[in-house]
C-alpha cells in the first residue's frame, strides 16, 4: 500500500526549492519538494511525502495525527520502510 508519510523540513537544500531534506520519526531523506515551491517553505515546515515528493503542506498536528493513524492501522514499519528506499542524488 502507498501512503502519504508526514515529514519536517531540516534544510532547504538549494535556492531553487527543488530538494530539501526531510526528517520522518529520525529518517534523513532528500525529498524533491518542487510542486510545493510556491507555498513559502521554510525549515520545520512539515510536509507530506509520497514516493519522494512532498505532496502538500500540513500543520505540525495533522503530521501527528497522520503518525498516529499510521501506527494505529498497523503501517509504520512499512512507511518508514518506504522512506528509507528515497534515493535523489
Known amino acids: 500500500m502507498c501512503l502519504a508519510i508526514p515529514g519536517k523540513i ?5 535556492d531553487d526549492y527543488q530538494y530539501a ?9 532528500k525529498v524533491n519538494v518542487s510542486l510545493l515551491k510556491n507555498e513559502g517553505l521554510k525549515e520545520n515546515d512539515w510536509v507530506l511525502i509520497h514516493v ?3 505532496m502538500n503542506k500540513i500543520s ?3 503530521a501527528t495525527e497522520q503518525l498516529e493513524l499510521l501506527k494505529a492501522i498497523g503501517e509504520q514499519e512499512e512507511a518508514m520502510e518506504e522512506v528509507k528506499g528515497y534515493q535523489f542524488e
Request: proline share 0%; glycine share 10%; aromatic share 4%.
Open 10 to 14: 531540516v534544510e532547504l537544500l538549494d
Open 21 to 29: 531534506m526531510i526528517d520522518v520519526s529520525g529518517v534523513k531523506r
Open 52 to 54: 519522494g515528493f512532498a
Open 60 to 62: 505540525e498536528k495533522e
